[in-house]
Nanobody, 123 residues
Framework: QVQLVESGGGLVQPGGSLRLSCAAS????????VGWFRQAPGKEREGVSC??????STYYTDSVKGRFIISRDSANIYLQMNNLKPEDTAIYYCAAGSPSWNKLHLPDEYRYWGQGTQVTVSS
């Protein structure tokens, strides 16, 4: 049983950077796919960036490609967010699970979730 706890959210100006962290306890993340998802007001939860468990395959939603970088180790998930834009404002959640290879980005594929951390990008 894996528990996930997020940190690193906050208020930043457009063009700024943040690094989100997600710490796992109760079990290792080894073997799980992990990912970051976000939900903005009035929007559905979407996959932002995910990485598979076995081979390290990554997924990035189009809007963050070239700006965000996901990484992981056995007990942590990270999301480096650069050149942040107002449209990145959302609650960000980390997750772990065993999705199908072609469903890394789908929230319903993940079993374990963090509580969410608010990211606000505003001048």
């Amino acid at each position: 049983q894996v528990q996930l706890v997020e940190s690193g959210g906050g208020l930043v100006q457009p063009g700024g950077s943040l690094r989100l962290s997600c710490a796992a306890s109760g079990g290792t993340l080894d073997g799980y796919a992990v990912g970051w998802f976000r939900q903005a007001p009035g929007k559905e939860r979407e996959g932002v960036s995910c990485i598979s468990g076995r081979y390290g395959s990554t997924y990035y939603t189009d809007s963050v490609k070239g700006r965000f970088i996901i990484s992981r180790d056995s007990a942590n998930i990270y999301l480096q967010m650069n050149n942040l834009k107002p449209e990145d404002t959302a609650i960000y959640y980390c997750a772990a699970g065993s999705p199908s290879w072609n469903k890394l980005h789908l929230p319903d594929e993940y079993r374990y979730w963090g509580q969410g951390t608010q990211v606000t990008v505003s001048s």
